[in-house]
């Protein structure tokens, strides 16, 4: 049975189809596209995988496709100008769609360059991970990586369609299902017990890949995450809360080197950060943060600072993040498992404790 979470945008509005078998179908995508040229844009590990399939299912435009290299250090703006090159080469119009079939790495990239290209063209989501299926393809977020900061330089672009086949879950290696994982247990974390609660009791089928356990986490992130997103698009609000253990994560992914550590990971270790420095500030009891560790290593994730970044290279690049306002750095803290605050309002020294390891 196929499920369809809507974003709320207005005119802008989109579905998000979750399902088994979507790959290949042509009602999911048609409807969608309303010029003749599309390009699918994916890497080399997932075109063997999936592209043949996916331009069987848009037989009925001019299609092309471009595969980039795979992994997050060619997140750069040089990669993605051989997406421009394509697609100037090849004349495509300002009515063509681009398609992202991929992980989140693809899925930003492509975003990016269809929200750049002719200042503006539509694309399509064709999330593969698990983590591109409960978070990355939803909310139009879109970029790519600075060699001083990561998703530095991006642009708010919202997709057409989201179309997310969970037989792609199949070939994904067990360490990207778990980093898929970490932005699952967010939701719980940032706004719903009762899914934080279903996580604890379900955690084993998630990672024997249950499809109906699997299809009912997605949809559940998707509407968490379309709720948000259709209550503060541009994350003047609300929407900085999905950002929990992000600030903490992106200074361990840029400090360990793109591509070390899984965004997921990081996320896994930053969110036991955030976790810790909301139990320093007495707000969640040291039973939270032991149940808040169990949940995250339930999930086969790490939750340790990885002793090679210090503490000094943390707060540093911590001082580089999209919610700095005033130089100060704002944090997502946790005042209750199912509730999240965005705040600059704890004491330095706690957070440097906090990353004392
Ligand atoms: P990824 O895109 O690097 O994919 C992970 C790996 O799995 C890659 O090697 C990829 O080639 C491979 N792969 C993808 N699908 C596969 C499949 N079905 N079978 C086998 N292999 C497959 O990583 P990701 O975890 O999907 O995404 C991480 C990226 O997403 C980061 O750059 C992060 O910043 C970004 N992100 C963006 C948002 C957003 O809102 N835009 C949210 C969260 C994360
Ligand atoms: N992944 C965070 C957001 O989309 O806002």
Redesign the pocket.
């Known amino acids: 049975m196929i499920k369809t979470v809507n974003v709320d945008l207005g005119n802008r509005s989109y579905p998000i189809f979750i399902g088994q078998h979507l790959l290949g179908e042509k009602k999911h995508l048609t409807p969608y596209i309303k010029g003749q040229q599309v390009m699918v844009v994916t890497?080399e590990?997932?075109a063997p995988?999936y592209l043949e399939q996916t331009l069987a299912s848009l037989t009925d435009f001019k299609t092309s496709s471009v595969i980039l290299p795979?992994?997050?250090h060619y997140?750069t703006l040089e990669v993605l100008n051989k997406i421009f090159d394509q697609l100037l080469e090849q004349r495509f119009d300002r009515q063509c769609t681009l398609v992202a079939l991929?992980?989140?790495?693809?899925?930003?990239m492509t975003g990016f360059a269809a929200a750049c290209y002719q200042r503006g063209v539509d694309f399509i989501q064709i999330p593969?991970?698990l983590?591109?299926q409960v978070?990355?393809s939803v909310?139009g977020?879109?970029g790519v990586n600075h060699p001083l900061g990561?998703?530095m330089i991006g642009a708010f672009h919202q997709p057409q369609v989201v179309v997310c086949d969970t037989n792609?879950?199949n070939?994904?290696?067990d360490r990207?299902l778990s980093?898929?994982l970490a932005?699952i247990i967010k939701y719980g974390l940032i706004r719903d017990l009762s899914f934080f609660e279903w996580l604890e009791q379900n955690m084993q089928k998630l990672l024997n890949r249950d499809p109906e356990a699997l299809a009912f986490a997605i949809e559940r992130s998707c509407q968490n995450k379309a709720e948000v997103v259709a209550e503060d698009e541009h994350e003047g609000g609300v929407r900085a809360l999905l950002n929990l253990g992000h600030t903490f994560g992106h200074a361990i992914e840029t400090g360990g080197g793109y591509g070390t550590w899984?965004?997921?990971e990081a996320v896994s270790i930053g969110t036991i950060l955030a976790a810790d420095l909301s139990y320093k500030l007495g707000w969640i009891s040291e039973e939270a943060v032991q149940r808040i560790k169990a949940i995250f290593i339930a999930a086969r994730l790490p939750i340790d600072i990885p002793k090679n970044i210090s503490t000094d290279t943390l707060l540093n690049l911590m001082k580089v993040d999209k919610k700095v306002r005033s130089g100060r750095v704002r944090l997502v803290l946790l005042k209750s498992i199912g509730e999240a605050i965005l705040t600059a309002d704890y004491p330095a020294e706690l957070l440097v404790q906090t990353l004392q390891h």
């Not at 991929?102 to 930003?108: A, K, N």
């Open positions: 890497n590990t997932i995988l795979d992994g997050e997140k991929g992980g989140g790495v693809i899925g930003d593969t991970t983590l591109a978070d990355s909310g977020k879109t990561k998703n792609t879950l070939t994904l290696a990207e980093a898929g932005e899984l965004h997921g």
